[in-house]
């Protein structure tokens, strides 16, 4: 026992400089919200101007464009619409055609052709965006296609491509996430006063052990040179 309690200081010396650094810099990051951080609330409110296609093929009467934007999709050039509204759709690029959102088979082929063993579908299932699954988290209507190994794939009904993968072990690291930030509600919230609290007590924590570790050092030497000669 004596030989672990000595061992015990020596591994405290080794980490106890990290766990200062590590406690220091995580109170220092989780003190402001991370959008002050990004400056975000500097930014003046500027309103939305509708995209004018007045000579293209793509224009649109009926919805007021926010974005646009053009990939290529299966060998063609396809535009993605987004409205003011948060509505995408898609729209071919050559003919100015509507592109048909995703049914079920559609995406099941699509997950097939573009994941690691996609073609091994447990069930699928499509979700509105006002009532995605947790570990989705955006307002998108996709296709949840789950496979045999546990994964989440993730297509989107109305930009035809995947939106995300959510594999087990992400999952489990989103849990990890919420109770490293104290927010398993949303998981998002790195600046909130538990979380601020908390941390500032680990640095407090985390100095006082460096201090005793100091002080418990001073006393053995002491002990030491009070010993009578022969003890």
């Known amino acids: 026992m004596l030989k672990l309690a000595k061992w015990h200081i020596w591994l405290g010396w080794l980490v106890g400089v990290p766990i200062i650094m590590w406690t220091a810099t995580g109170l220092f ?9 990004r400056g975000n609330h500097l ?3 500027v309103d939305e101007a509708p995209l004018v296609l007045d000579d293209s093929p793509l224009a649109t009467s009926e919805a007021q464009l926010r974005e646009m934007r053009v990939t ?6 396809v535009a993605f619409l987004t409205t003011l509204d948060g509505i995408t759709t898609r729209v071919d690029v050559a003919s100015g055609d509507p592109i048909p959102a995703l049914d079920a ?11 690691v063993g996609g073609d091994a579908v447990r069930s699928i ?3 509105e965006a006002d009532e995605v699954p947790f570990d989705f988290r955006r307002p998108v209507p996709v296709w949840q296609v789950v496979l045999e190994d546990g994964a989440h794939v993730y297509v989107g009904r109305d930009t035809g491509q995947i939106e995300a993968v959510r594999t087990r072990w992400w999952r489990w690291f989103d849990v990890m996430w919420g109770l490293h930030i104290m927010d398993l ?31 418990r050092r001073k006393a053995r030497v002491r002990a030491r040179t009070k010993a009578p000669v022969g003890a």
């Open 29 to 37: 990051m989780v003190a402001k919200p991370i959008e002050e951080v």
């Open 43 to 45: 930014r003046l409110p």
């Open 72 to 77: 290529m999709q299966d060998g063609r050039a």
């Open 105 to 115: 088979a559609a995406a099941r082929a699509l997950v097939a052709r573009r994941i």
């Open 125 to 127: 299932r499509l979700f």
């Open 185 to 215: 509600s949303e998981r998002e919230d790195t600046s909130h006063p538990i979380l601020i609290t908390f941390a500032a007590l680990s640095l407090v924590g985390a100095l006082f052990g460096c201090i005793l570790m100091f002080r």
